[in-house]
Nanobody
């Protein structure tokens, strides 16, 4: 069943910002990855927040988003965030989160459109 529900997408001009949220519906938060998908393509990995206990995390980013996107979490709310800045048209996609490496049981995703 769906483990995560994403929100926060929208239409933004190039150079703009958006903050996406991803709520895990059951169980502890653990490690979470963000992915994105454009029509006709497979899910593309964007970023991960890897959990090593309650207080230690390791962040990883795909090269094209490093320096522009920041992943964070609020364990009390079982939520992971993706702060996106300096958005580019090529960031347009539906964004999803999932357990890292799990490519099934996708949530509804949230559409991000970067266009002038």
């Amino acid at each position: 069943q769906v483990q995560f529900v994403e929100s926060g997408g929208g239409l933004v001009q190039p150079g703009g910002s958006l903050k996406l949220s991803c709520v895990k519906m059951s169980g502890s938060l653990g490690s979470v990855a963000w992915y994105r998908q454009v029509p006709g393509d497979q899910h593309e990995w964007v970023a991960s927040i890897l959990s090593y206990g309650l207080n230690f995390t390791h962040l990883e980013y795909e090269r094209s988003v490093e320096g522009r996107f920041t992943v964070s979490r609020d364990t009390a709310k079982n939520t992971v965030f993706l702060q996106m800045t300096n958005l580019k048209p090529e960031d347009t996609a539906v964004y999803y989160c999932n357990v890292p490496g799990h490519m099934t049981n996708w949530g509804p995703g949230t559409q991000v459109t970067v266009s002038s």
